[in-house]
Structures are given as C-alpha cells and as structure tokens.
C-alpha cells in the first residue's frame, strides 16, 4: 500500500456475500452469492455481479429481495453469523417506511381489505363482497 493510498484497510471490507450472509439479509450464503449474481444488488449505486465484491463500513446497500428494495448503510463488517440481535449492529436500515394502503372508501369498512387476525369472512362478508362484485341476487 502506498502513502497515497486512501482506502481503509482490508482489515476493515468483508466480502458482499459473507456480509449479507452475516446482517441476515439471506438465510444462506449460497443466496446471498444468488442474489448478487442475478444483479439485485448495488453498492453505492453501483450495480455489482460479483460476490468477492468488497465492502466497507459507509458503503450504502440496496438490495432487491422478495418484491421489496431494502436499503442498508454497512457499518461493521461481521465476525460470524449470529442472531438477529447479534447481527443488527451490523447496518443501519435506511429504507424508507412502505406508503399506507389505500382503504376503499366502503360504508361497511372497505370490503375486500381485512385485518390480520380477524380469520374467515362471515356469511354476511361473503353475501357483502357477492352484492359489491356484482355476483349475487
């Protein structure tokens, strides 16, 4: 390395797979070597294919996952695979919060959209949704 050299040390980067690997972005790390190859991942805007691609604690991560863009600013590199309390010193998640759902604007509540944990539509919800779809009497 030479005095003009500016970049951190390899002490500091991580390979970009192992670290995904380690943050618990993927379950494995064949995944995570997957998901960069198919090219679902930019490093600092920058579109990457390559697993070995180093990182570095203040590179920024977006990473296309399951129908969702998650951002992800590296902080520590990672020692091991660990819990997700463990992992979650790891990055600070910059992704901003999903936009609210529309409601449709329904006298009975917004047929159609139902609460997690209210279980199975009622006779009355399914006679409702019938009425609204134009299906029944």
């Not at 600092?44 to 996952?65: E, H, I």
């Not at 910059?94 to 009975?108: G, S």
């Not at 006679?127 to 029944?136: E, T």
Request: aromatic letters at 2%.
């Amino acid at each position: 390395m030479s005095d003009t050299d500016t970049s951190p040390a390899p002490k500091g980067t991580q390979r970009l797979d192992k670290w995904l690997w380690f943050a618990r972005v993927v379950k494995t790390r064949t995944q995570a070597a997957a998901l960069v190859t198919d090219g679902r991942v930019r490093i600092n805007t920058v579109k990457t294919d390559r697993p070995a691609q180093p990182v570095r604690p203040g590179d920024v991560l977006t990473v296309a996952l399951r129908g969702h863009v998650r951002i992800l600013e590296v902080v520590l590199p990672g020692e091991k695979r660990g819990s997700a309390p463990e992992a979650a010193p790891l990055f600070k998640d910059l992704t901003p919060p999903p936009p609210p759902r529309a409601v449709d604007q329904h006298p009975d509540g917004g047929l159609g959209i139902r609460g997690v944990g209210t279980g199975r539509p009622t006779k009355r919800d399914r006679r409702l949704l019938d009425r609204l779809r134009g299906d029944g009497d």
